[in-house]
């Protein structure tokens, strides 16, 4: 703690001070005689004797304070004034002060100048200014929501009182007073920040996928899935089997593993009863436990769109007690899809959520030019309706082609964590509910039937449907046959260069343990 010089001013024979009185302090609020706002001047004086004592912690604790934080109107003023010397670099001591407030016309409301000397020798030193900064803070937060709730109970108590305006009032209130306290103090400046050795080991960016595996990851934590298809298609389909799997009533999909969740909350927000429906087929009299108390759905549109409030779905998250939240469908959370400020301001209240340790699963709609692309053509991120910043800031995108109601359709990974999986053909049985995968996709069944092994391109070339694979399609068809390598399941004969008589790519075979474990 920094000691303090005492100042002569006012030593030995120096006249009581003029504390400022109560006839100055703000009114109590009006509800209950015996409510007192809370403050504690001690705290004040502790903060402004260390600003005239060391301007440079006027720095330390502006941030800290924010706005209107002092209870005794004479403490803001001389806040005022010590911000006013600060940012003229002006000396802030007591007496370069008092001839300021004099010239002002504010000395004897604050007590005069021997309140200031006193105020400059308090003995708390300036090394505790931040705390008794921070002491300061939280009871002008008190006073404001104090003053908050004494209105709510006044208006309740008027003739023909709205309940539903009242409640609408109160979270306007709440919501400002958040943004308030998050705009001040430390919480805006350092809240969410981190020292770069915590931020790359200690983020989770090394935790284990929520679907998939590290090679292939579907979804990421901390991460939003997107599911993208025109109707009809089984998005629902899927994301339902998630969710069940989310809530350990299987294991895997799409025979990848999904890792468990602690609660999750769907917002059924398009059709719900549709949605109703479709969870139903799969549901049995053995799951009502889990899904008693490990799902809740909320039917229909939300109280507000994502991109007007952007954190009401952290908001639901923590009222449902949900690590996991399913938005069916995006259209529905969003005011409008195309414009792209409203798209940042969607993308914002994802990553609170995805802040706050929310995993988010998205199911949208591709654009209605598209709905009729075949099925076995590659889809591009440029086909997921709405603006660009939509996918931009999805960890995961899956988009799923074919007809409405058609069971065959197929799975394309567009935006990967890892590495890609697919492209799959799948097949829904609308009766119970499930996906299944068709195994001739697959690239070890692939491999596996090619007596004369592949090669990249002519793996491509199946993956694609047909047709003169690109550059890209065979490059991700080589790193496919390199992982079957890297796991024993194939082996690799490398090619030869081109020359006069041409070259030969290199081929790949299926190992003996992959004959053998199939055989």
Not at 92 to 108: A, F, K, M, Y
Not at 248 to 257: F, R, S
Not at 305 to 318: G, R, V, Y
């Amino acid at each position: 703690m920094a000691c303090r010089v005492r100042s002569p001013v006012h030593e030995g024979t120096s006249p009581p001070a003029q504390i400022p009185s109560r006839s100055q302090e703000p009114p109590a609020p009006a509800y209950g005689a015996q409510m007192e706002p809370p403050f504690n001047v001690d705290a004040e004086r502790a903060v402004l004797g260390a600003c005239m004592y060391d301007s440079g912690i006027i720095d330390t604790v502006r941030p800290v304070l924010g706005e209107d934080a002092f209870y005794r109107p004479a403490h803001e003023t001389i806040w005022r004034a010590l911000l006013g010397q600060h940012r003229e670099g002006k000396p802030t001591d007591p007496i370069v002060l008092t001839e300021l407030l004099q010239q002002q016309g504010d000395l004897q409301r604050i007590g005069g100048a021997i309140y200031l000397h006193q105020l400059a020798d308090a003995p708390y030193g300036t090394g505790s200014a931040d705390h008794h900064a921070e002491i300061v803070r939280k009871k002008a937060d008190l006073r404001r929501l104090l003053t908050s709730a004494v209105r709510t109970v006044q208006r309740a108590q008027e003739p023909g009182a709205d309940p539903e305006a009242i409640r609408s009032e109160v979270e306007a209130e709440v919501r400002a007073e958040r943004e308030r306290a998050l705009a001040s103090g430390q919480g805006r400046l350092s809240r969410f920040a981190v020292n770069g050795w915590a931020f790359v080991t200690e983020s989770g960016a090394d935790s284990e996928p929520l679907w998939g595996t590290r090679e292939k990851t579907v979804w990421a934590p901390g991460e939003s899935l997107m599911i993208v298809g025109p109707p009809g298609v089984g998005k629902t389909t899927l994301a339902h089997q998630v969710v069940f799997a989310r809530l350990g009533l299987q294991e895997t999909v799409l025979e990848m593993p999904v890792a468990p969740s602690r609660r999750v909350l769907y917002l059924a927000m398009d059709r719900p009863r549709q949605i109703a429906k479709a969870m139903a087929r799969r549901t049995f009299p053995c799951d009502e436990t889990i899904l008693r108390d490990r799902l809740a759905v909320w039917q229909g549109p939300l109280p507000a769109t994502l991109d007007k409030e952007p954190d009401l779905l952290s908001d639901l998250a923590a009222a449902h007690q949900a690590d996991t939240i399913v938005i069916d469908s995006l259209k529905d959370a969003v005011s409008t899809m195309v414009d792209d400020s409203l798209a940042v301001a969607f993308h914002n209240a994802r990553m609170r959520a995805l802040r706050e340790g929310v995993e988010i699963m998205e199911l949208h709609h591709q654009r209605k030019a598209t709905a009729d692309a075949p099925r076995g053509q590659r889809p591009a991120l440029d086909q997921v309706y709405g603006s660009t910043w939509l996918t931009a800031g999805a960890g995961s995108v899956l988009f799923i082609t074919g007809r409405a109601g058609d069971p065959a359709v197929t799975l394309h990974h567009l935006k990967t964590p890892t590495g890609e999986i697919g492209p799959l053909d799948i097949t829904h049985d609308h009766v119970r509910g499930t996906t299944t995968v068709d195994p001739t996709r697959d690239p070890a069944v692939l491999l596996r039937n090619a007596p004369n092994g592949l090669t990249a391109r002519d793996l491509a070339t199946v993956l694609i449907g047909g047709g003169d694979p690109e550059r890209a399609d065979v490059e991700k068809a080589r790193r496919h046959l390199a992982r079957l390598v890297d796991s024993g399941l194939a082996t690799k004969a490398d090619g030869i260069a081109g020359g006069a008589g041409g070259g030969q790519q290199t081929r790949y075979y299926p190992s003996a343990r992959h004959l053998t474990a199939v055989g």
